[in-house]
């Protein structure tokens, strides 16, 4: 465990225990997904626990005291690994909770939000020598006090210590306060994806942010990499 973001912030790994806090951090910082979903804090945090338990151990947690409090997370993906969704063995699927929230006429949103998502990342998908950030929050009230940053340190060590070239993530290209976040980590621009449509959530487009760890041997052709679609 390691002290950072703020006087007495801890990171650490985290456990199957922390799952209901890291979504309820989830619901209140991904407002792209509340407007997309058109749900509350509460019912995409329940929505999306599931998914999270299922990458609980590739998740990092901000803790602060007194008592262990859940302010912030990241979900990693070592580099040549795949991602794991949905829930963890011998989990009951919930089906019903998405026909509740989002209601029979309403589950077109879900690939109307995700389908623009996943053409981003065919287009710039983590390389073998990357680690991805799949997901990072900092819940709206801990905002502001670093958090966000010690994560992403947390996960570059990650990489580091796994032999990454560099750490890749996405984010929708109208998140200004995220990328000015990334852009202050040392992130860089390597490819925007203008969405067909910009769905429940209004997204125009979505950019792929890389940060090398290394001396990158191919510079020119990540910068033409940026080019837009």
Not at 11 to 18: F, S, V
Not at 35 to 47: I, K, M, P, Q, Y
Not at 57 to 84: H, I, N, Y
Request: aromatic content about 8%; hydrophobic content about 45%; some cysteine.
């Amino acid at each position: 465990m390691a002290e950072a973001g703020g006087p007495g912030v801890t990171i650490r790994a985290a456990t199957a225990e922390d799952v209901p806090a890291i979504a309820r951090v989830f619901g209140a910082a991904f407002e792209d997904y509340r407007r997309g979903f058109g749900v509350d804090a509460a019912t995409l945090a329940e929505l999306w626990e599931d998914s999270l338990a299922g990458r609980a151990g590739s998740t990092t947690v901000a803790v602060l005291p007194p008592d262990g409090q859940v302010a912030g997370f990241v979900v990693t993906v070592k580099p040549g690994a795949k991602e794991r969704y949905g829930r963890p063995r011998g989990t009951p699927r919930r089906p019903a909770s998405w026909r509740r929230a989002l209601g029979v006429r309403g589950l077109w949103r879900l690939p109307a939000l995700f389908a623009p998502m996943g053409l981003a990342y065919a287009r710039r998908s983590q390389a073998k020598d990357e680690l991805y950030i799949s997901l990072i929050g900092v819940d709206p009230a801990y905002q502001g006090r670093g958090i966000g940053q010690a994560l992403l340190r947390e996960a570059e060590a990650e990489a580091r210590a796994a032999g990454a070239a560099a750490v890749l993530l996405h984010t929708a290209a109208s998140n200004t306060r995220a990328r000015e976040a990334y852009a202050r980590a040392g992130y860089v621009l390597v490819c925007t994806v203008r969405a067909p449509w910009p769905g429940p959530a209004g997204i125009p487009a979505y950019v792929a942010l890389r940060k090398a760890l290394r001396p990158d041997p191919t510079p020119l052709l990540d910068a033409l990499a940026g080019t837009t679609t």
